[in-house]
């Protein structure tokens, strides 16, 4: 069967060059309907060329191009590349962008309900940025995500886990002989992580303002291999925090015993080379095993002389250093510092990321606060 075929001009082209299209059709009036739909599309300017880009392709030339230009660290990068795996191991993934529909993305993004809810926000946050990119690069006119609904995770939200009153008065008095004492003390009386305690240097602190500098971290290179970042985590990370009476000894001691080395870092092992935050995790634990704190009994399967399988029942303490931020913020909420101080003295992106992670404190305090009133009221 003959095809009736038309052509219509679409503007220029990159080069100048006028951009000529074609339309066919069975019949002279299905061509000529063609033609006023894409001038009018055109008119409306949304009129786009065929592409063949992916959502995958889409994703790692954005995470490469933030790479290339300096806007995302090693690690950064390494953790974008990791949320991006789930696209790309998926039945989305070869998908072409101008192709995808709605019911594609959402059985997608529900399937991942197995995993946490920040890890879904992430998945859901990259799927977002690659359909803008795309609608900036005229691959797509709408966004398919806008009538995607995200999912909640099957799993129950990690609540915040901090050392008591009494764990931590049991901790402090086990750091007397600890070699790392100083980095324990800074962690819990700062709420910083670990890995910008690591990165810390001498010019850092400043008595003559009594603040202490935070605007680098430790983080891991594309090989794992453990590295002097060149900025915190997050910009809101950047900081400085007020040295009180608690801070000032602590500081003066970590001068007193500085090592100069070849970063320039306040704390260093004997050699001189960085302390990975993985060697204060495994220290610490130690310290609490030792100091009765959150100990368990943990099976582990070894093998006998025999070679053969048998089970071994260890004793461990199930912490990690990031409880020494939790205890901190705990502390500070139990004391009354309002949620924007606290927000800034941790270094939070937003203010929400301060309260959605200690929900349950500022509730606490709150209940706490209004028994003081009722005992109050009634005491009149």
Known sequence: MNKWVGQFTAGRKADGKINRKSVYGNTR???KEKITKALADIQRKSFIEKNDTTIYMLGKQIIDNKFNANIITDSTYGRSLGTLKHIKNSNIANIKIQDIKVNELQEFINSKKELAN???DKIYEMLGSVFKEAIKRDIIIKNPLTNVIKPKSSKKDKEVDALTINEQKAFIEALKNEQYKNIFLLA???GMRIGEILALQPTDIDFTSNLLNIDN?????QKGKVIIGDTTKTYE???KIPIT???????KDCLEKYMPNKNNLLF???NGSVIAPSTINIQFKKICKNANIRNTIKPIKRKNKNKKDII???RTSEVNTHMLRHTYATRCIEAGIPAPVLQKLLGHKDITVTINTYTTIFNKFKEDSLNHYINYIQNI
Do not use: G, M, Q, W
Not at 217 to 221: N, V
Not at 245 to 251: F, T, V
């Open 188 to 190: 819990i009386h700062t």
């Open 312 to 314: 071994i029942n260890l």
């Open 118 to 120: 920040s890890y879904i």
């Open 245 to 251: 009476i608690i801070l000032e000894p602590i500081l």
């Open 237 to 239: 990370s950047n900081r």
């Open 217 to 221: 971290t430790l983080t891991k290179d």
């Open 29 to 31: 009036k299905e061509v």
């Open 268 to 270: 260093c092992h004997s």
